[in-house]
């Protein structure tokens, strides 16, 4: 109790208003409460309700699958109850440094050596202090695991072996956690006797973190009811667990929710603590507070937007996502069993469908700020889907599940407890077939665009917000084709890695524009997708940075040069266009240096390029530069090596041979005379930190700067099989393909304007043209007018507005699809002294032309 009255002596810190939407409005679709009111339920009752338990036994008297997988779980029980994982002595520390100093990698957990432990990538024992209590924390979180395997088992067979061993554990943990000391993950505990206040204010008890104090009870909150069901503990026995464990969780939780420390999914997870808690212990004011709380409650913030309208969480990682959806599933999960419907609510349902929104090919999510590339294909987010299958009804989640299951690499058996407890009797023979088409994620701020023909997926990032976890890389390109990611989103690895803060937070680590040598700002505005359009295999994105969004409010620049960015990128059924524009903005830009910037693009296989490099001895960080307030020198630039320069930069053109087959074709756009493209190395992925990967550099010094490349993937043989810029004034970029269907054809402006180049003119923001195999042409206009050649288009639209068609020609047959969200009329021309037809097409309809 010593502890419980501390906690409740603390000092609430300042309020702080969580800020977490990347749309600014406010989802009033989330209710402002839930009402909550209950007692305490006969118990067991938290892990599965009779309802669930009763499909489960009538699972396992008709389905195949579920007596296998009772087996194999029962199985997993015996060998637990002959030597069960206890919690250790002391306090747990931060898991994030159980990590191999060579490849980033986690480190074997061996719950038999406390001491001594494996680097699979260096072959070698690692030992210190540091990783013995982070493995304090790994045996806290098998402990509660294993209780899961226990609790699940008893309550199918009733085995009382497996409750008795759930017993002895429970009762080793109400001896041994008063006497854990309050602590942070810098492992300094607390002085006995002293009042919390805000001491480690985002501390734990078992644990070096409030999260992972709250993660790790509200797991073992739902086995602990399944014992305290099963009959194997005396009324004493109960009666001291309560108090040694549960009464001092009830108070921490409080603290939590009175302090509110830090913010983005620490509010989440303090939430659920509360939730679950509440939930476990019987206390109603606990349960309401952590769901109805004014701004912490979890009804609260989801209504300031920490899921936006898209799914996504705030920190914008479909990694990181993961950890407080886990909250959110248990917050739920406990909530239902008193009567609070949680799970109806339509945003926490929307980050299911999330995922199966940016899906690649593969069944894997893109790397996007923090996190390592992460597979559906695994067992967590197996348990996921059969829990929303049931809850939802829902047919495309359950097609999840076949293809999880189905997949032979990994394998992914279906043997686990949700899939018993909660999981559909029956699945759909069809698996989900990965998306492809373009998606435009404006709340979100990223642009994907796919092909029907091929796996390619583009993706243009711009995500809004200052949420934990999101990296300086406005504008950031990753590409993905023939079955993996070719430029890698950046990701992360574990955080207390040295190369997280000093390559992975950093703006060269990212395929995105840097400012002299210096990474962006992380900014909640200032970020905009202009437009983005597509029909079946061509699509366009355009998004803009202004230079408050990349380098901060101008009034705290000195001697720099306030710079905007807005990058085009242009998918054609034969490769893909690149564009990138550096501008000056504000009034006093012209007396101001210039700009050294910087262009990146890293790949994940081997990069061979045409003509001569020379090994270079080039500084590629500014003279004068001290970085010493960003703790980190050098801004990454240090941790590049290999470094070579192209001896001529108006002709750059190289290869990019991925590792598991296929490659892609490179072109950069000619480099004016004072620039500079280099090639080297820099830090390998987030689990292969020592495979270094290749990249290209490219960089001007100037007020302005474009940019433009053409990538050309290919699997069997190439496509592409050259590509040029034809140098034009002022701001229009052309770039022509040539492939083995004939040429393509791409002008683009920063805006609505006039640009005629290489036989065309546009008179709008971006036009494309396509020859196709067998004499047919597609046209992609953005703007009001094209002519090339013979061919005119011309739209009619409202002052100050733009068109966005896909005009097919193909044989005698013209098709015009309406890719805007507005009704279009205009006409078109195929010969000189032929006739003009006229069409009009309602938003997203196609419309036969004659």
């Known amino acids: 109790m010593a502890r419980a009255l501390a906690l409740l002596l603390g000092f609430a810190l300042a309020a702080k208003t969580p800020v977490f939407a990347q749309d600014s409005d406010v989802d009033t679709s989330v209710p402002l409460r839930l009402p909550v009111d209950f007692k305490l339920p006969e118990r067991p009752f938290m892990l599965v309700s009779a309802a669930e338990l009763a499909a489960a036994k009538e699972k396992l008297a008709t389905q195949p699958w579920a007596k296998e997988a009772l087996a194999h779980l029962q199985a997993q029980a015996d060998v637990i109850i002959a030597d069960p994982q206890f919690f250790p002595k002391s306090e747990g520390g931060w898991t994030h440094k159980y990590v191999s100093p060579q490849s980033g990698e986690q480190l074997k957990f061996d719950p038999k050596s406390p001491n001594r432990h494996l680097d699979k990538s260096a072959g070698v024992y690692l030992v210190g202090k540091g990783y013995d209590e982070a493995w304090n924390s790994f045996a806290f979180l098998g402990t509660a695991d294993e209780q899961e395997v226990l609790a699940a088992v008893w309550s199918l067979t009733g085995d009382v072996r497996y409750a008795q061993t759930m017993r002895k554990v429970f009762l080793d943990i109400a001896q041994k956690y008063p006497g854990y000391r309050l602590h942070d993950k810098s492992m300094k505990l607390k002085p006995d006797g002293e009042p919390v206040g805000d001491y480690a204010a985002t501390g734990g008890y078992a644990m070096s973190q409030s999260i992972d104090e709250c993660n790790l009870f509200t797991s073992l909150a739902f086995s602990y009811d399944t014992l305290a069901g099963s009959g194997v503990l005396s009324s004493a026995e109960q ?165 999880i299951y189905g997949s032979t690499e990994p394998k992914v058996e279906r043997d686990s407890v949700a899939a018993l407890l909660y999981g559909p009797t029956s699945l759909p023979e069809a698996p989900l077939v990965p998306p492809t088409d373009s998606r435009f994620l404006k709340a979100t701020g990223l642009a994907i665009l796919r092909s029907p023909e091929n796996d390619w997926n583009l993706i243009l990032k711009n995500d809004r917000g200052q949420s934990g976890h999101r990296h300086p890389d406005a504008l950031n390109l990753s590409l993905f084709a023939n079955g993996e990611e070719v430029f890698p989103g950046t990701g992360s690895p574990r955080y207390g890695h040295s190369t997280y803060l000093q390559w992975f937070t950093h703006t060269i680590a990212h395929n995105t524009v840097v400012l002299n040598t210096t990474s962006q700002k992380v900014m909640p505005s200032g970020k905009v997708i202009e437009f983005g359009y597509a029909h079946e295999g061509i699509g366009v994105a355009q998004s803009t940075a202004n230079s408050e969004a990349l380098q901060g409010p101008a009034s705290g620049l000195k001697d720099v040069t306030p710079t905007a960015l807005r990058r085009t990128l242009v998918l054609l059924p034969s490769a893909i266009v690149d564009i990138v524009r550096a501008t000056p903005e504000g009034d006093n830009a012209e007396g101001l240096p210039d700009t050294t910037i910087d262009l990146p693009l890293h790949f994940q296989g081997s990069l061979n390029m045409d003509g001569k490099w020379s090994a270079s001895n080039d500084e590629l960080v500014l003279a004068g530069r001290d970085n010493s307030k960003s703790k980190v020198a050098r801004q990454g630039y240090g941790l590049i090596e290999d470094l070579c320069r192209a001896e001529d930069a108006s002709a750059v053109h190289g290869r990019v041979t991925q590792r598991n087959g296929g490659a892609v074709d490179l072109w950069l756009a000619p480099a004016p005379e004072t620039g500079r493209v280099y090639s080297a190395t820099g830090i390998g992925l987030e689990n292969a930190l020592d495979k270094r990967l290749p990249m290209l550099l490219q960089r001007r010094v100037s007020k302005r700067a474009t940019f433009a490349a053409v990538y050309a993937p290919w699997k069997q043989a190439p496509v592409v099989t050259n590509a040029t810029f034809p140098a034009s004034e002022g701001d229009g970029v052309a770039v022509v393909i040539g492939h083995g269907a004939g040429k393509d054809l791409v002008l683009s402006l920063p805006g609505a304007g006039e640009f005629t180049q290489a036989g065309a003119t546009l008179n709008g923001t971006l036009g494309a043209s396509c020859e196709m195999a067998g004499s047919g042409k597609q046209v992609l206009l953005i703007g009001r007018g094209w002519k090339q050649g013979e061919v005119e288009i011309e739209l009619t639209v409202s002052a100050g507005q733009a068109g966005a068609v896909l005009v097919e020609f193909s044989g005698y047959a013209t098709k015009v699809n309406n890719l805007g969200d507005k009704a279009i009329s205009g006409r078109v021309k195929l010969s000189s002294d032929g006739k003009w037809m006229v069409f009009a097409a309602a938003p997203s309809e196609s419309v036969a032309v004659r």
């Open 239 to 403: 009666a001291e667990i309560e108090a040694k464990v549960w009464t001092p969780l009830r108070a921490y939780m409080r603290r939590l929710l009175d302090q509110h420390p830090s913010g983005g999914n620490w509010w989440v997870w303090h939430a659920t603590g509360a939730v679950v808690t509440g939930v476990v212990t019987g206390d109603q004011d606990l349960v309401d507070q952590g769901m109805n709380l004014p701004k912490y409650g979890m009804l609260a913030q989801l209504r300031s937007g920490y899921i936006n309208a898209e799914g996504f969480t705030a920190e914008l990682s479909p990694d990181y996502q993961a950890y407080p959806f886990r909250a959110l599933m248990r917050l739920s999960t406990a909530a239902r069993r008193v009567g609070v419907d949680f799970h109806r609510v339509d945003r926490f349902r929307s980050a299911f469908d999330l995922p199966l929104t940016i899906l690649q090919s593969n069944f894997c999510m893109p790397r996007l700020n923090d996190g390592a590339y992460t597979s559906l294909v695994n067992p967590a987010w197996a348990a996921r889907y059969e829990i929303a299958a049931t809850w939802y009804s829902n047919e495309d989640y359950k097609k999840v599940l076949v293809a």
